[in-house]
């Protein structure tokens, strides 16, 4: 079924829950995480850290702005989840905001170079053959 129709057969069906939703949802997971993908790939990320207790999920946005997009899209999401995973009634998403406050710190280019070469070892020979210093 279309996430289209599955929304609005969701619409008219009353506010209700599978008794057996969390089962259903665990089942077919990685189903919707990779049609979440497909589809919406910005929300992918929160979705991975879901917590599911019955028929709520609990998600958690990186960022105020994220937050919102995946509460407006939550009737979408949440009928797209429902027929993927073939749960009949209502489903609820609960979307909390987890924001990194730490203050960014100013990169080195010394630390910008060790990374660089952790990643890549022979940027070492070239940093010799092109007599580059970092002072």
Same mark, same amino acid.
């Given at each position: 079924?279309?996430?289209?129709? %599955? *929304? =609005?057969?969701? /619409?008219?069906?009353? @506010?209700?829950?599978?008794?057996?939703? &969390?089962?259903?949802?665990?089942?077919?997971?990685?189903?919707?995480?990779?049609?979440?993908?497909?589809?919406?790939?910005?929300?992918?990320?929160?979705?991975?850290?879901?917590?599911?207790?019955?028929?709520?999920?609990?998600? %958690? *946005? =990186?960022?105020? /702005?994220?937050?919102? @997009?995946?509460?407006?899209?939550?009737? &979408?999401?949440?009928?797209?989840?429902?027929?993927?995973?073939?749960?009949?009634?209502?489903?609820?998403?609960?979307?909390?905001?987890?924001?990194?406050?730490?203050?960014?710190?100013?990169?080195?280019?010394?630390?910008?170079?060790?990374?660089?070469?952790?990643?890549?070892?022979?940027?070492?020979?070239?940093?010799?053959?092109?007599?580059?210093?970092?002072?």
């Amino acid at each position: 079924m279309a996430p289209i129709a %599955a *929304a =609005a057969q969701a /619409e008219t069906t009353p @506010e209700t829950s599978d008794p057996e939703a &969390e089962e259903k949802i665990k089942k077919f997971f990685g189903k919707f995480l990779a049609a979440l993908q497909a589809e919406r790939p910005r929300f992918a990320q929160a979705f991975m850290q879901m917590q599911i207790e019955g028929n709520r999920l609990r998600i %958690a *946005a =990186a960022s105020q /702005e994220l937050h919102d @997009e995946i509460v407006r899209a939550r009737g &979408e999401l949440t009928a797209m989840l429902a027929a993927i995973a073939g749960v009949s009634g209502a489903i609820e998403l609960e979307v909390d905001i987890v924001e990194n406050d730490a203050p960014a710190r100013p990169i080195k280019v010394e630390d910008r170079l060790n990374y660089l070469t952790e990643q890549n070892p022979l940027l070492t020979n070239f940093r010799k053959e092109l007599d580059f210093e970092i002072e």
